[in-house]
T-cell receptor, first 112, second 112 residues
Framework: GESVGLHLPTLSVQEGDNSIINCAYS??????FIWYKQESGKGPQFIID?????DKRQGQRVTVLLNKTVKHLSLQIAATQPGDSAVYFC???????????FGKGTRLSVIA | NAGVTQTPKFRVLKTGQSMTLLCAQD?????MYWYRQDPGMGLRLIHY???????AKGEVPDGYNVSRLKKQNFLLGLESAAPSQTSVYFC???????????FGSGTRLTVV
């Protein structure tokens, strides 16, 4: 797992601060979006999803914002903890049988 | 409930050798997917299946074959391995194409 995530954009935040990870998508037909978290040596883990009929959805300590006008998605993590350190991927698909298309990921590094 | 199980977890192959990666899910999901993950490239779709007996090509299908003879299993084959196929392979499953995927823990393959 250590080789995964090389050359990725990196976001470094202080423990306790809020984190914002951004994602741009290009397919105007995409109507379902997901954020995944991947820790070193593990498979991607579902965090939160949102459909295009919404612009905001909240989970436990996480919020996803969707701006369809500029095709932008963001993941906000409140009170970031060391356990949040991982690579975060956004993914999108449309209403057909098209599988998820993943972004290249952002590495979040939490400074204790 | 095991979710998605991938075997083997690690493998080293010589160029030209063949092998099969096995993915098994116990969630009765219709859809199954094989992705590969390379540094800085995110997850790229190799092949997928929308149901038992069906397969379809993804973004990077060349050099791979798949079979979905049973609903719970999705096999990924490499007939003649090449160093360019050195990667981490992830299997995933979902009930529909636009709902959160469940990923396995990955297979790290090295071709020398």
């Amino acid at each position: 797992g250590e080789s995964v995530g090389l050359h990725l954009p990196t976001l470094s935040v202080q423990e306790g601060d809020n984190s914002i990870i951004n994602c741009a998508y290009s397919n105007s037909a995409s109507d379902y979006f997901i954020w995944y978290k991947q820790e070193s040596g593990k498979g991607p883990q579902f965090i939160i999803d949102i459909r295009s009929n919404m612009d905001k959805r909240q989970g436990q300590r996480v919020t996803v914002l969707l701006n369809k006008t500029v095709k932008h998605l963001s993941l906000q993590i409140a009170a970031t903890q060391p356990g949040d350190s991982a690579v975060y991927f956004c993914a999108e698909t449309d209403s057909g049988n098209t599988p998820l298309v993943f972004g290249k990921g952002t590495r979040l590094s939490v400074i204790a | 409930n095991a979710g998605v199980t991938q075997t083997p977890k690690f493998r080293v192959l010589k160029t030209g050798q063949s092998m099969t990666l096995l993915c098994a899910q116990d969630m009765n999901h219709e859809y199954m997917y094989w992705y590969r993950q390379d540094p800085g490239m995110g997850l790229r779709l190799i092949h997928y299946s929308v149901g038992e007996g069906t397969t379809a090509k993804g973004e990077v299908p060349d050099g791979y074959n798949v079979s979905r003879l049973k609903k719970q299993n999705f096999l990924l084959g490499l007939e003649s391995a090449a160093p360019s196929q050195t990667s981490v392979y992830f299997c995933a499953s979902s009930q529909t194409s636009n709902y959160g995927y469940t990923f396995g823990s990955g297979t790290r393959l090295t071709v020398v």
